[in-house]
Structure formats: structure tokens, C-alpha cells
């Protein structure tokens, strides 16, 4: 074989492993219930959920609970299933978090919380009030 083609062949072995190792990583999101279920299967996989903060009935974001050193915090977070699980991250609480339209979660539960490794948001758009006013 000539040299370049075993260069081809050890280029086309390495994309073929990260596209492996990278599927592998790759997560779906899931509720709670059933990101619980995995858990209780043994699963020890990050899991990606999606939800929105609890509010109450005036629109106010309810259930955020800061630790002493502001270091790490909890949250109720509501999924798609409408069901309200306790979060538990353990870093500070993210800029903008309070006003974020989404959240997005990712880690496993331990017991009864889920423990959030990241938190990703989905904050309001600052073009959304520049695109209503005009077409006003």
C-alpha cells in the first residue's frame, strides 16, 4: 500500500471514532418521570430535561431556595408532563435565570432530586419587543 493511502484509512478510522464517542454522548431530552424510571434502573447517564420555573398565580417565580453561601441553590422546575420536581445545582444561580422562558437541566437524579450538573436557558429574545413594536 502506498503511504497515502494508509493515511486515508487511519483518517477515515479517526472520524469514524468521534462520530462514535460522539453519538454515544449524545441525549434526548425526557420528563422527569422518566428520567426517575432510569434512574431507578441503574442508570447512571446524564439526562437532559426540559421545563419551565414554577410561578404562581400573579406570574411571580416561586420554590428557589439559595444556600446560605449563595454557592449553590434549588428550584422547582415544571416539565412537559406538567410534573414539579425539586433541582438541586450546585454552583450559583446563573445570570438571568429569573428570567428565563425555558430551562434546561442536565444530570440524574440522587434519591428523590434531581442534581443538576448544567443549567441551560432560553431567555427572551431582545428583538421579540423590538419586532412588536413594529408592527405596531
Known amino acids: 500500500m502506498k503511504k497515502s493511502h494508509i493515511a486515508i484509512l ?3 478510522a479517526a472520524i469514524v471514532a468521534i462520530v462514535l464517542t460522539t453519538a454515544s454522548d449524545a441525549s434526548t431530552y425526557v420528563t422527569f418521570g422518566q428520567a426517575y424510571q432510569m434512574a431507578s434502573a441503574g442508570s447512571k447517564k446524564q439526562i437532559h ?9 400573579r406570574g411571580e417565580i416561586i420554590g428557589i431556595e439559595k444556600s446560605p453561601d449563595h454557592l449553590s441553590f434549588s428550584f422547582l422546575l415544571i416539565d412537559e408532563n406538567n410534573q414539579e420536581q425539586k433541582v438541586y445545582f450546585n454552583e450559583p444561580m446563573p445570570a438571568d435565570f429569573l428570567r428565563s422562558e425555558k430551562v434546561v437541566v442536565i444530570g440524574n437524579y440522587q434519591r428523590d432530586t434531581f442534581v443538576a450538573q448544567k443549567i441551560l436557558l432560553k431567555c427572551p429574545s431582545k428583538y421579540q419587543e423590538e419586532k412588536l413594536n413594529a408592527s405596531l
Open 10 to 12: 487511519v483518517g477515515l
Open 49 to 57: 430535561v426540559v421545563g419551565q420555573l414554577k410561578k404562581d398565580s
